[in-house]
């Protein structure tokens, strides 16, 4: 008889704390999983690969393992390239998450099922594209390596740098660098849309992994900051040192994620940069040191190239 009361109580809360969590976590998935991927949902799932957050294929959450994107100027569009050995996308393994119409779309039209014949991670590599169905107007994959043999290596070794995006790796560093504490990427009330844009749809989300909604929010929301700030050269500014755009800006340095050398293969003198900038700020020199140009390799381009795409 001892403690019988404790021991009703502690069932009764969990039996509430339980309920409380299907009502809010289970129950809505069965919801969420009929939704229908948008042209943003697609975009977003084949440019960050099966799974931007803390994974075992890359523990360190290095970027390795991503897929890239390429900008094809003579097609006017976007092709998604997983080169060899890259795990394929959840839309390859999980069709049913891109919702009914799109998953026929995609199997029936876009060939996406001999994709997934392939395994997890294509030994050949493989590209896929986003097209737009002309009778439902309803967006889908097509794994152009089938429909248009085209293959991953060719596709990079065609296309020039600037139209190569690595926005999985970007979004890795993201997530690692704990962009999320301080931005969000969900704009939620009246006011927020007024400044940082409409906020996202519920078949935005299909297949992405993680999120990133954010936590906490210390400086803007990001869900739309490529279209407010396009400027890859203030993107970088920014990231190398904040206080070069934002003089009051409680945001760290980024600067290590430039790595050893610049885009000329140039050995970064670190010591050198903040010695001058420190100058300038003290008022000893009219302007800033300039900030190194990030290596093509680095993850400060990635960072950046994953900034820029949220649109």
């Known amino acids: 008889?001892?403690?019988?009361?404790?021991?009703?109580?502690?069932?009764?809360?969990?039996?509430?704390l339980g309920g409380s969590m299907c009502i809010t976590l289970f129950f809505p998935s069965?919801?969420?999983?009929?939704?229908?991927?948008?042209?943003?949902?697609l975009d977003k799932q084949l440019t960050t690969g099966w799974d931007a957050g803390w994974n075992l294929s890359d523990p360190f959450m290095q970027g390795s393992n991503k897929p890239v994107r390429v900008w094809l100027e003579s097609e006017g569009q976007y092709a998604y390239v997983y080169?060899?050995?890259?795990?394929?996308?959840?839309?390859?393994?999980?069709?049913?998450?891109?919702?009914a119409i799109v998953e026929k779309l995609s199997m029936e039209k876009g060939?996406?099922?001999k994709a997934a014949e392939k395994g997890r991670s294509n030994p050949d590599g493989a590209v896929f594209l986003i097209d737009i169905d002309q009778d439902s107007k309803?967006?889908?994959?097509?794994?152009?390596?089938?429909?248009?043999?085209?293959?991953?290596?060719?596709?990079?070794?065609?296309?020039?740098?600037?139209?190569?995006?690595?926005?999985g790796a970007g979004k890795s560093m993201f997530v690692r660098e704990g962009c999320w504490w301080c931005h969000t990427l969900l704009p939620e009330q009246t006011q927020?849309?007024?400044?940082?844009?409409?906020?996202?749809?519920?078949?935005?989300?299909?297949g992405e992994s993680p999120t990133a909604f954010g936590s906490d929010r210390k400086g803007p929301d990001l869900l739309?900051?490529?279209?407010?700030?396009?400027?890859?050269?203030?993107?970088?500014?920014?990231?190398?040192?904040?206080?070069?755009?934002?003089?009051?800006?409680?945001?760290?340095?980024?600067?290590?994620?430039?790595?050893?050398?610049?885009?000329?293969?140039?050995?970064?003198?670190?010591?050198?940069?903040?010695?001058?900038?420190?100058?300038?700020?003290?008022?000893?020199?009219?302007?800033?040191?300039?900030?190194?140009?990030?290596?093509?390799?680095?993850?400060?381009?990635?960072?950046?190239?994953?900034?820029?795409?949220?649109?």
């Open 1 to 16: 008889m001892a403690f019988r009361e404790y021991k009703i109580g502690s069932r009764v809360f969990g039996l509430a």
């Open 30 to 41: 069965f919801n969420m999983r009929e939704a229908v991927s948008t042209e943003i949902a």
């Open 83 to 99: 080169p060899a050995g890259t795990r394929m996308p959840n839309a390859v393994q999980h069709p049913d998450n891109l919702g």
């Open 111 to 113: 060939q996406l099922a």
């Open 138 to 167: 309803q967006p889908y994959i097509e794994y152009a390596t089938a429909t248009r043999g085209w293959n991953a290596a060719d596709v990079l070794n065609a296309a020039a740098d600037e139209n190569v995006q690595h926005i």
């Open 192 to 206: 927020d849309w007024q400044v940082f844009g409409a906020p996202p749809m519920l078949g935005d989300f299909n």
């Open 224 to 311: 739309h900051v490529g279209s407010r700030n396009a400027s890859r050269e203030w993107m970088m500014l920014h990231f190398f040192n904040p206080r070069l755009v934002q003089p009051h800006s409680i945001m760290p340095r980024f600067d290590y994620l430039w790595g050893s050398v610049d885009a000329d293969g140039q050995k970064i003198d670190f010591d050198k940069w903040r010695a001058d900038y420190t100058a300038y700020r003290a008022g000893q020199s009219p302007v800033p040191p300039d900030v190194p140009v990030p290596a093509k390799d680095s993850k400060a381009r990635a960072l950046i190239d994953f900034v820029l795409s949220l649109k």
